[in-house]
């Protein structure tokens, strides 16, 4: 049988195909840091390396925006010292420099801000400065990994999947309370008769249409201080066939949504990942998890 997943998404094509949701995060942790050059000597005795410590941070001191960056490095015999950037213009004096280093110095590059993730640190320290501070975030390196499909993704998709079968070009989004695990409403598409009337702000004004979510009760919760829970979306989910414009985003993120799982990119328009990572921006007030539906070669779905 062929799975809501391979049908919903319009690259699919073989039967072997497997599916798994693709977190988009933000670029910092997709991207090595930005480096800089630095001028690296080897120390000639490495009895006197107080004193070049010393010398050095006269000329240069370590500065606090670089403490991941360890200023020695010994290898075997080796003890290598960062001393000072390749830009920089005051430079040691000659006599001195004969006396504590060996002739040859090297350029190498140092990562300007301290690795987010094990494979930037690894990259780092094997083509670039091995002695760099890590602490290694377990939280952070699982939320990079893709995740399986669970049964109520199944379940969504499915039924994403028989509301499209006779309109496969409109967009439609599913809202599901997460610690329920049932869809509280759903919506097709209707910038056809109005340009905003995309289908995250219909099934947004649908679900606040409820009388549980009117004016009163919201303010009631508020006084009782379950503020967390006085927000449309809190515990919510929204699975969407096609990512999300600006506008469905922004309403996404003030209604406080968790996680959006959706099937199609949309490299014009999308905000959450293709175009824009507005869910990544560091000012705004709330932070959610979005996910892409992808496939994963068929190697690997073979070997599941
Ligand atoms: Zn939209």
């Known amino acids: 049988m062929i799975s809501p997943a391979k049908r919903l998404c319009s690259s699919s094509s073989s039967l072997l195909i497997k599916h798994q949701w693709h977190p988009i995060v933000d670029d910092d942790y997709i991207r ?5 050059s630095m001028i690296v000597a080897r120390i000639k005795d490495h009895r006197l390396t107080s004193d070049i410590l010393q010398s050095i941070n006269n000329i240069y001191p370590w500065p606090n925006s670089l403490k991941h960056v360890k200023r020695l490095y010994r290898n075997d015999n080796h003890l ?49 400065w091995p002695n760099l501070a890590f602490r290694e975030n377990k939280i952070l390196e699982q939320s990079q990994l ?15 999947q028989k509301i499209q079968e006779n309109d496969k070009e409109s967009h439609y989004a599913i809202i599901v309370d997460n610690e329920k695990q049932i869809p509280l409403v759903g919506s097709r598409d209707y910038r056809h008769e ?9 099934a947004i004004d649908l679900l606040a249409a409820n009388p549980i979510y009117s004016r009163e009760n919201l ?4 006084i009782e201080k379950k503020d967390k829970k006085a927000y449309l979306l809190n515990g919510c989910s929204i699975y969407l066939t096609h990512e999300p414009c600006i506008m469905c985003a922004m309403a996404l993120l003030h209604s406080r949504i968790s996680t959006v799982y959706y099937l199609n990119k949309n490299s014009h328009i999308g905000a959450l990942g293709s175009r824009y990572k507005l869910h990544t921006l ?12 992808e496939q994963i070669n068929s190697d690997n779905a073979l070997n599941t």
Do not use: G
């Not at 430079?91 to 350029?107: A, H, L, P, S, V």
């Not at 303010?219 to 508020?222: A, D, E, G, R």
């Not at 560091?282 to 539906?293: E, G, P, Q, W």
């Open 80 to 128: 290598d010292i960062l001393l000072y950037p390749s830009s920089f213009l005051t430079t040691m004096e000659k006599d001195q420099f004969e006396k504590y280093f060996e002739n040859e110095t090297r350029i190498i590059n140092i990562p300007e801000n301290p690795c987010l993730l094990r494979w930037q640190h690894d990259i780092c320290i094997n083509q670039h």
């Open 194 to 202: 109005h340009p905003l009337q995309h289908s995250t702000m219909v």
């Open 146 to 160: 893709n995740k399986d499909l669970t049964e109520q993704d199944e379940i969504i998709l499915d039924l994403l």
């Open 282 to 293: 560091k000012k705004t007030n709330h932070r959610f998890t979005v996910y892409h539906l």
């Open 32 to 36: 090595l840091p930005n480096l800089q």
């Open 219 to 222: 303010l009631k919760k508020f």
